[in-house]
């Protein structure tokens, strides 16, 4: 059973950083791309940054390329999202999520494990 579990959300300033982390059990972590996601109320779920199965390769969205940072570390079983120069537009739910064998994009249906979400919240 795969499990996700997403830590370090919560309240912050406008300009300010957070970093998030997600710890993941069951499956072979190092076989698998990890995505964030995030969804702010009202709107559609959206892939915010993925990184391939060994850590080598990347990828953001547009509006969040120069200030988000995803990284892995495959000996703990973990992913981490640290985000810099935020803004209310970053305020949402975000999720981890492990992308299904070879894929690695940042679309939602690419994933089918997810962990419950933490809360960010920016405030200016």
């Known amino acids: 059973q795969v499990q996700l579990v997403e830590s370090g959300g919560g309240p912050v300033q406008a300009g300010g950083s957070l970093r998030l982390s997600c710890a993941a059990s069951?499956?072979?972590?190092?076989?698998?791309?990890m995505g964030w996601f995030r969804q702010a109320p009202g709107k559609e779920r959206e892939g915010v940054a993925r990184?391939?199965?060994?850590?080598?390769?990347?990828d953001y969205a547009d509006s969040v390329k120069g200030r988000f940072t995803v990284s892995r570390d495959n000996a703990k079983n973990m992913v981490y999202l640290q985000m810099n120069s935020l803004g209310p537009e970053d305020t949402a739910i975000y999720y981890c999520?492990?992308?299904?064998?070879?894929?690695?994009?940042?679309?939602?249906?690419?994933?089918?494990?997810w962990g419950q979400g933490t809360q960010v919240t920016v405030s200016s």
């Open positions: 069951g499956g072979t972590f190092t076989m698998y791309c």
């Open positions: 999520a492990r992308a299904s064998f070879g894929r690695c994009g940042l679309s939602r249906s690419e994933y089918d494990y």
């Open positions: 990184i391939s199965p060994g850590g080598s390769s990347a």
